[in-house]
């Protein structure tokens, strides 16, 4: 029973920032792993970002690396992304996902499948 909650979305002109935070809440918060995927109108939903619970190993899509950072608040059972230099091509819904399968490569991590729990998504738009 565990819920997800996004928050931080809004309008922002390329080559700005957002910070974006997802809070986890529930009977028992069991989750190992989480990450950020997101999705544009038409497109399937993508992988953006994961951290591992306990760990803090952190994974990242190519087109977000070293302008996106991902961090965790065990204490809060907090998730958030850092947004720098955006681009109009970040434009998208932004969701928020858990896992209780903690690590593993990539191509593991970056799997929607991989995700039992959603949130509800937040809007993030980045004009030219």
């Known amino acids: 029973q565990v819920q997800l909650v996004e928050s931080g979305g809004g309008l922002v002109q390329a080559g700005g920032s957002l910070r974006l935070s997802c809070a986890a809440s529930?009977?028992?918060?069991?989750?190992?792993?989480m990450g950020w995927f997101r999705q544009a109108p038409g497109k399937e939903r993508d992988f953006v970002a994961a951290?591992?619970?306990?760990?803090?190993?952190?994974y990242y899509a190519d087109s977000v690396k070293g302008r996106f950072t991902i961090s965790r608040d065990n204490a809060k059972n907090t998730v958030s992304l850092q947004m720098n230099s955006l681009k109009p091509e970040d434009t998208a819904v932004y969701y928020c996902a858990a896992s209780s399968v903690g690590s593993g490569p990539m191509g593991v991590m970056s799997a929607v499948k991989l995700y039992r729990y959603w949130g509800q998504g937040t809007q993030v738009t980045v004009s030219s």
């Open positions: 529930g009977r028992t918060f069991s989750s190992y792993a």
């Open positions: 951290i591992n619970w306990i760990g803090g190993r952190t």
